[in-house]
């Protein structure tokens, strides 16, 4: 069925480096998808979103692009500070049974050593 | 502006014990409501979404059921609970019609021993 996944479970990274979490999609028919960050505990948190009309967004330290044509979607993070571990979501939106729902990835936990 | 709560925070019940979690949005009228699961270490899996009173949807055959009496209101029920119900219970809500980003709830951890 129609699904959304991610490469890598888990994603270990230093201090003040780039972070670059990975997601592919099957539903060719998506046509916006949303990061959410979880910390332990917590409920997710929206990051950014994009919409299928663009390849590229950007908001603060992070940047969402988007490869329609192999179905691929991925999060970047500049200079990854401690406070930026936590396990991340990609989610798509599908329209199904008349109303638009968001189905979630598996989620990568990124974990930055200092 | 809008806020989400839910309640209580952690509940530990045991096997077969009935269960209620609520959920309740402020500043926002007529909102999509949500319920998620999330086992230990995997994604969300969504339960129930409501658009409307005495509206709700099913995504998957379960033990659980939901109602929505009031328009800000999402209640999460079990007549009696199963170990396999144990699991972070996640309410979000979306405006109706507006933009397709979910707002997300702090969340219940459910243990069922």
């Known amino acids: 069925g129609e699904s959304v996944g991610l490469h890598l479970p888990t994603l270990s990274v230093q201090e003040g480096d780039n972070s670059i979490i990975n997601c592919a999609y099957s539903?060719?028919?998506?046509?916006?998808f949303i990061w959410y960050k979880q910390e332990s505990g917590k409920g997710p948190q929206f990051i950014i979103d994009?919409?299928?009309?663009?390849d590229k967004r950007q908001g603060q330290r992070v940047t969402v692009l988007l490869n329609k044509t192999v179905k691929h979607l991925s999060l970047q993070i500049a200079a990854t500070q401690p406070g930026d571990s936590a396990v991340y979501f990609c989610?798509?939106?599908?329209?199904?049974?008349?109303?638009?729902?968001?189905?979630f990835g598996a989620g990568t936990r990124l974990a930055v050593h200092p | 502006s809008q806020t989400i709560h839910q309640w209580p925070a952690t509940l530990v019940q045991p096997v077969g014990s009935p269960l209620s979690l609520e959920c309740t949005v402020e500043g926002t009228s007529n909102p999509n409501l949500y319920w998620y699961r999330q086992a230990a270490g995997r994604g969300l899996q969504l339960l129930f979404y409501?658009?409307?009173?005495?509206?709700i949807s099913s995504e998957v055959p379960q033990n659980l059921s939901a109602s929505r009496p009031q328009d800000r209101q999402f209640i999460l029920s079990s007549k009696k609970l199963l170990l396999s119900d144990s699991g972070f219970y996640l309410c979000?809500?979306?405006?109706?019609?507006?933009?397709?980003?979910?707002?997300f709830g702090p969340g219940t951890r459910l243990t069922v021993l």
């Open positions: 979000a809500w979306r405006t109706s019609g507006g933009k397709n980003e979910q707002f």
């Open positions: 994009i919409r299928s009309n663009m």
């Open positions: 539903n060719s028919a998506s046509d916006y």
């Open positions: 409501s658009v409307g009173i005495g509206q």
């Open positions: 989610a798509e939106i599908m329209f199904s049974g008349g109303y638009n729902k968001l189905i």
